[in-house]
Nanobody, 115 residues
Framework: QVQLVESGGGLVQAGGSLRLSCEASENILSMDRMGWYRQAPGKQRDMVAFITSYGTTNYSGSVKGRFTISRDNAKNTVYLQMNNLRPEDTAVYYC?????????WGQGTQVTVSS
């Protein structure tokens, strides 16, 4: 059972920045993929960004150029740097780990962007 603990959410004004962290209980390099998803009220959970074990990254079109996913292997932590935040980025952000067809989710962290 992989445990994921997110942190770093909060309230920020439009145009501001936040950095989310996701600390895993296991070696993140053993994961096929680590990613960030978000879910706004009344909407489905959508992929924001992910990074593969090879270091390949992928972003949704709505955040590309503003968000950056990265990792610190020694700390088993994945980050999501979010710049130039917009009110429509408001959501609960979840960390997800994928390994050999199994997935694990964190508890989520709230990000609220005020206009």
């Amino acid at each position: 059972q992989v445990q994921l603990v997110e942190s770093g959410g909060g309230l920020v004004q439009a145009g501001g920045s936040l950095r989310l962290s996701c600390e895993a209980s296991e070696n993140i390099l053993s994961m096929d993929r680590m990613g960030w998803y978000r879910q706004a009220p009344g909407k489905q959970r959508d992929m924001v960004a992910f990074i593969t074990s090879y270091g390949t990254t992928n972003y949704s079109g709505s955040v590309k150029g503003r968000f950056t996913i990265s990792r610190d292997n020694a700390k088993n932590t994945v980050y999501l740097q979010m710049n130039n935040l917009r009110p429509e980025d408001t959501a609960v952000y979840y960390c997800r780990a994928l390994k050999r067809g199994h997935e694990w989710w964190g508890q989520g962290t709230q990000v609220t962007v005020s206009s």
